[in-house]
């Protein structure tokens, strides 16, 4: 068990520029969230899948931000079109549906947006 | 929907002393409650939940937090506070979402201060 682990951890990219991040979860763990998390501020939910299925979307969720868990396993977020305010922490989560569903969570990665 | 106040965005305390952080909610529904540590450059992590039954809930670390609905608080204590300790901590709360699982709605954190 390695954990989640998230690439890349630093993004740093020019306002307009497109960006994904991707996200692997704990092997065998079936739901998987993403979080931003902006400085002095807790982390707010994105959107969560169960296997590939997209669940749930935050409003928070702009159609500038596209999420995508195609077999179930690792996700991808993509950003087109970025702005300065899209600067944050990306979070992703993943945990594993039974009695406890406790989300282990990433390192994060840090998108800064000139 | 759900909403978390945490009081105080710093708390310092002397090593050995104890440590309380303060954490009011607001629910429409039985709130899930959560309490989190954030160290520095790593992913958060889970001290403990609440969910059903017993309202002293004791988690990882020495960490408990009590339920108190009539005084919608979830507050953290450890009796003793260790440097270690020393890192963010986020309260949240939750109502069960699409699928069964829960979302986390979290508070702004407290940044927990140990001096030696």
């Known amino acids: 068990d390695t954990g989640v682990s998230q690439d890349p951890r630093h993004k740093i990219t020019k306002r307009g520029q497109n960006v994904t991040f991707r996200c692997d979860p704990i092997?065998?763990?079936?739901?998987l969230y993403w979080y931003r998390q902006t400085l002095g501020q807790g982390p707010e939910f994105l959107t969560y899948?169960?296997?590939?299925?997209?669940?749930?979307k935050s409003r928070l969720l702009s159609d500038r931000f596209s999420a995508e868990r195609p077999k179930g396993s690792f996700s991808t977020l993509e950003i087109q079109r970025t702005e300065q305010g899209d600067s944050a922490m990306y979070l992703c989560a993943s945990s594993l549906e039974g009695l406890t569903d406790t989300q282990y969570f990433g390192p994060g990665t840090r998108l800064t947006v000139l | 929907a759900q909403s978390v106040t945490q009081l105080g965005s710093h708390v310092s305390v002397s090593e050995g002393a104890l440590v309380l952080l303060r954490c009011n909610y607001s629910?429409?529904?039985?709130?899930?409650l959560f309490w989190y540590v954030q160290y520095p450059n790593q992913g958060l992590q889970l001290l403990l939940k609440?969910?059903?039954?017993?309202?002293l809930v004791k988690g990882i670390n020495g960490f408990e937090a009590e339920f108190k609905k009539s005084e919608t608080s979830f507050h953290l204590t450890k009796p003793s506070a260790h440097m270690s300790d020393a890192a963010e901590y986020f309260c949240?709360?939750?109502?069960?979402?699409?699928?069964?699982?829960?979302?986390?709605?979290f508070g702004r954190g407290t940044s927990l201060i140990v001096h030696p």
């Open positions: 949240a709360v939750s109502a069960i979402a699409s699928g069964g699982s829960y979302i986390p709605t």
């Open positions: 899948f169960q296997n590939e299925a997209q669940l749930e």
């Open positions: 609440y969910t059903t039954g017993a309202t």
């Open positions: 629910s429409s529904v039985p709130p899930y």
């Open positions: 092997s065998e763990h079936n739901r």
